[in-house]
Nanobody, 124 residues
Framework: QVQLVESGGGLVQAGGSLRLSCAAS????????MGWFRQAPGKEREFVAA????????TYVDSVKGRFTISRDGVKNTVSLQMNSLTPEDTAVYYC?????????????????WGQGAQVTVSS
């Protein structure tokens, strides 16, 4: 069992930055690939970024490439999403996810565990 708790969301102006963190409980954190999804109002949940078990492979949705960076800390059992050059289109609830499998294309069916979500609002 893995429990995920996100933090770091908030309100930021366009062009600004935010860093989301996700704390994972359990001693099996290293066995899971970690990802971030987001869901904007009236839209389906979409994949944002993921990192594999050993923190040496990452994948991103095209719309955030070059702006967002995902990383994990195996000692602290955390995964972070650094978000730069934010735009109003990035406004969404961001969800941390853990998956036993890793792929370059994450669907919402892949994760085994989900966090409760963190609101990110980017004002124009």
């Amino acid at each position: 069992q893995v429990q995920l708790v996100e933090s770091g969301g908030g309100l930021v102006q366009a062009g600004g930055s935010l860093r989301l963190s996700c704390a994972a409980s359990g001693r099996t954190f290293s066995r899971y690939a970690m990802g971030w999804f987001r869901q904007a109002p009236g839209k389906e949940r979409e994949f944002v970024a993921a990192v594999n078990w050993s923190n040496d492979r990452t994948t991103y949705v095209d719309s955030v490439k070059g702006r967002f960076t995902i990383s994990r800390d195996g000692v602290k059992n955390t995964v972070s999403l650094q978000m730069n050059s934010l735009t109003p289109e990035d406004t969404a609830v961001y969800y941390c996810a853990a998956s036993r499998g890793y792929t370059n294309s994450w669907s919402t069916n892949l994760p085994d565990y989900w966090g409760q979500g963190a609101q990110v609002t980017v004002s124009s």
